[in-house]
């Protein structure tokens, strides 16, 4: 019986064990994936404003205006 015991107590140390690691490699993960969303929602705003101002250009460069800055037919 003792010996069944001791397996046991063996088992549940190397479970309570495994668990700790992956508790911790949970923990790096979530880090690691806060980190890129930060970065991806900035790279996200940076993309955005990249292409408002490339749209821009391309309006100023065919001598056009932004839809929207068109005046009125009665001026």
């Known amino acids: 019986m003792s010996a069944e ?5 063996r088992r549940v140390e ?4 495994r668990l700790a690691f ?3 490699t949970l923990a ?3 880090d690691v994936i ?8 900035w790279l996200v705003g940076r ?3 990249l292409g408002d101002k490339y ?3 391309s309006y100023e460069v065919q001598g056009g ?3 929207g800055e068109e005046k009125p037919p009665h001026y």
């Open 5 to 9: 015991i001791d397996d046991l107590k």
């Open 14 to 17: 190397e479970l309570e064990t």
């Open 22 to 24: 992956q508790e911790d």
């Open 28 to 30: 790096q993960l979530n």
């Open 34 to 41: 806060a980190k890129q969303d930060t970065s991806i929602r």
């Open 47 to 49: 993309l955005k404003e």
């Open 55 to 57: 749209q821009d250009l």
């Open 65 to 67: 205006q932004k839809p």
